[in-house]
C-alpha cells in the first residue's frame, strides 16, 4: 500500500464549492476528486510535453522535411471540399 504524501493548495472560494458539491454528488471523498482531477490533468500534460520534445527533435534533425503553410493549407481545403 502506497503511503499518501499531502499537499497545500489555494483555490478560489467558487472552486471550492464546486469541489465540495462533486465530491457529495459522487459520494467521493474531496482528496478523491482532487487526485483523479490532477492524475488526469498530469496525464495530458505530460503526453503534449512529449510530443512537443518529439516534434521538436524531429524538426532539428538534418533529414526533417518542411511544408511551406500555402501548400498544406490547399491540400486540406480540397479535402475538405471533397
Avoid: C
Avoid at 16 to 25: G, Y
Avoid at 58 to 65: G, K, R
Wanted: charged share 30%; aromatic share 6%.
Amino acid at each position: 500500500m502506497l503511503k499518501a504524501a499531502s499537499v497545500t493548495v489555494r483555490v478560489k472560494p467558487t472552486t471550492k464549492t464546486r469541489l465540495e458539491a462533486l465530491a457529495h454528488a459522487t459520494r467521493r471523498s474531496k482528496s478523491y476528486v482532487i487526485e483523479e482531477a490532477l492524475e488526469l490533468y498530469l496525464d495530458v500534460n505530460e503526453w503534449q510535453i512529449v510530443g512537443i520534445d518529439q516534434a521538436l527533435a524531429e524538426a532539428d534533425s538534418p533529414n526533417a522535411v518542411f511544408v511551406d503553410h500555402d501548400e498544406v493549407l490547399a491540400k486540406w481545403e480540397a479535402k475538405v471540399a471533397r
